[in-house]
Structures are given as C-alpha cells and as structure tokens.
C-alpha cells in the first residue's frame, strides 16, 4: 500500500480538504512544497488529461501525485462541452455559460448528459492508476440551487434535483468525483499487502 504523502495537481485548498477525507495519507499541493505548477490540459480524454498533470507535477516533486480531469458530457450535443468543458466559452462567466446551455438545448427531446471524472495517481516512475467515473442526469430547463459549481445549477437528477440544490455532505457521497476517489480508496484497501 501507498504510504507516503500525495500530491494533489491542484492549487484549490477546497478540493485538498474534499480528497484529504478519502485517504490516510497527508494530501498536499504543490504550495505546500513551494512549487509553481500549472500546465496546459491538451489531451484528448479526461484520462489523458489527468494523466498529463499527474505526470508533469510528479517530475517536479517525485512525490505521489494524483490529479483528475472532470466535465459535463451532454449526449445531444457531443461537441460541445465533454473534456473542453472548464475552457468552454471562456469569455463567459459560469453563469452566463449556464445559461447559454440552457439556451442551446432548447427544444431539445434528449436531455441525457452525464459528469465524468477521470483520477489517475501516479505513483512511481511510470507507474500510474486511473480510474473514471460517471454521474448521471440531465440538462434542466432552468437555473436552481446556490450550492456547488461549474455546470451544477443546469445537472438535474432522476429525483429532481438539481445538483446546485444538495448539501456538501449530499454531493459528496455520489458525485462523479466521490465515486471515482471510493474506486481509488478500494484499490489502495486491496492492495495493502502488496507494496
């Protein structure tokens, strides 16, 4: 089992404090070790993507290191966010990004979409987990709720919720992200005894 300190590839505190619940280990970022880290998200796939940060922060700390690359895939129109979705209009605030989705699906009979988290943990040189999970929905006809972020005030559930309307504890125990963090947690518990 992984004994050492990860490395997060992110400079959010918020996101720190969210996977730091999931692991035993001390979870840092790049901050905390006096390191600059940004890089250029150019994959292709959310994996690539996480991949792709996991690796680069990984050469500059040869710490542990997991990173994940997350968006909102809507089946209707496949293009239009998916692994872009952060840089998506960037010109726009997100609620006005929110709002131009709206906009977009209008009249639209398949509002099936989905949140895909991909993680990958990297771990050794050349030695990496990824995992990727889903969340699934669908685009709402308006805005709702104050809690979350992103595309979470448009992602609605089967229960009618929108994902913006769920507490922090709620959203943590299904999201795309929880579930792809519990897939990362049952590997580390399966392999305990193998190094």
């Known amino acids: ?5 990860i490395v997060l590839a992110t400079n959010n505190r918020h996101k720190q404090r969210e996977i730091s619940h999931f692991f035993s280990q001390k979870v840092l ?6 390191v600059t880290f940004e890089i250029e998200e150019s994959a292709t796939t959310f994996v690539g993507n996480a991949l792709l940060k996991a690796q680069a922060l990984y050469q500059l700390t040869g710490k542990a290191t997991l990173a994940d690359d997350s968006g909102l895939v809507i089946e209707a129109l496949p293009h239009i966010l998916g692994v872009h979705s952060a840089r998506f209009a960037p010109q726009m605030s997100q609620e006005e990004k929110n709002e131009h989705v709206i906009d977009l699906m209008r009249g639209v009979v398949n509002r099936q979409a989905y949140f895909v988290c991909a993680m990958v943990l990297y771990h050794q040189q050349e030695s990496f987990i990824s995992v990727q999970s889903t ?5 709402a006809h308006e805005v709702k709720g104050n809690n979350g972020f992103g595309y979470d005030a448009i992602f609605k559930l089967e229960d009618g919720r929108h994902v913006a309307q769920l507490s922090a504890e709620e959203k943590a125990q299904c999201s795309h992200r929880a579930k792809a963090l519990n897939k990362l947690n049952h590997w580390f518990h399966s392999n305990e005894d193998g190094g």
Do not use: T, V
């Open 29 to 34: 970022i790049p901050e905390d070790l006096g």
């Open 135 to 139: 969340w699934i929905g669908s685009i």
């Open 1 to 5: 089992m992984l004994k050492q300190d």
